[in-house]
T-cell receptor, first 114, second 111 residues
Framework: NAGVTQTPKFQVLKTGQSMTLQCAQD?????MSWYRQDPGMGLRLIHY???????DQGEVPNGYNVSRSTTEDFPLRLLSAAPSQTSVYFC?????????????FGPGTRLTVT | DQQVKQNSPSLSVQEGRISILNCDYT??????FLWYKKYPAEGPTFLIS?????DKNEDGRFTVFLNKSAKHLSLHIVPSQPGDSAVYFC??????????FGPGTRLSVLP
């Protein structure tokens, strides 16, 4: 199993550009999520999905879109990049329901917006 | 206002000694807690969890204690090893699968 994979590892964007961060998992997990990590802030939930075709907003959804057309993939789209979106982005997945809440994280994408 | 707090940004411990990482939360609806460990340039990895029906959970060198009345949990690592040097995140969840993460504590275990 590759686990959770993310591409790209690094990205530099100019303000106003758009891009998609890719996330895929091969563990047949129903639940997938996107976080951003900023210094002193921990990981903050952007969007999540409990299954194919179902997505919902997390704590900091503004400026981001997601879709979940398959169980495996959960891409995150930045519509018009802003310097405030400079961050490290992590995708995670897990089984749904109790008792197994353990989330598996990808290696992250470091995004810089200039 | 942060619902999950880790008030020590960093902690240094001598190899072989005990490391104690603390976490406080404000939301009384939280009923499930996890600790994650993160090395530089990697994603967080799950370490240990505890449900609110317990006050202690142990896994090898790692023990998590939960004090519900104080809304406080702690992670004990005994004995600490240099490979434990990482950032540790506390996370909490209530009635769902979304977690709120603390800001993290950077642990340095000195040889």
């Amino acid at each position: 199993n590759a686990g959770v994979t993310q591409t790209p590892k690094f990205q530099v964007l100019k303000t106003g550009q758009s891009m998609t961060l890719q996330c895929a998992q091969d563990m047949n997990h129903e639940y997938m999520s996107w976080y951003r990590q900023d210094p002193g802030m921990g990981l903050r939930l952007i969007h999540y999905s409990v299954g194919a075709g179902i997505t919902d907003q997390g704590e900091v959804p503004n400026g981001y879109n997601v879709s979940r057309s398959t169980t495996e993939d959960f891409p995150l789209r930045l519509l018009s990049a802003a310097p405030s979106q400079t961050s490290v982005y992590f995708c995670a997945s897990s089984y749904s329901g109790t008792p197994n809440y353990e989330q598996y994280f990808g290696p992250g994408t470091r995004l810089t917006v200039t | 206002d942060q619902q999950v707090k880790q008030n020590s940004p960093s902690l240094s411990v001598q190899e072989g000694r005990i490391s104690i990482l603390n976490c406080d939360y404000t939301n009384s609806m939280f009923d499930y807690f996890l600790w994650y460990k993160k090395y530089p340039a990697e994603g967080p990895t799950f370490l240990i969890s505890i449900s609110s029906i317990k006050d202690k959970n142990e896994d090898g060198r790692f023990t998590v204690f939960l004090n519900k009345s104080a809304k406080h949990l702690s992670l004990h690592i005994v004995p600490s090893q240099p490979g434990d040097s990482a950032v540790y995140f506390c996370a909490a969840s209530g009635q769902g699968q979304n977690f709120v993460f603390g800001p993290g504590t950077r642990l340095s275990v000195l040889p």
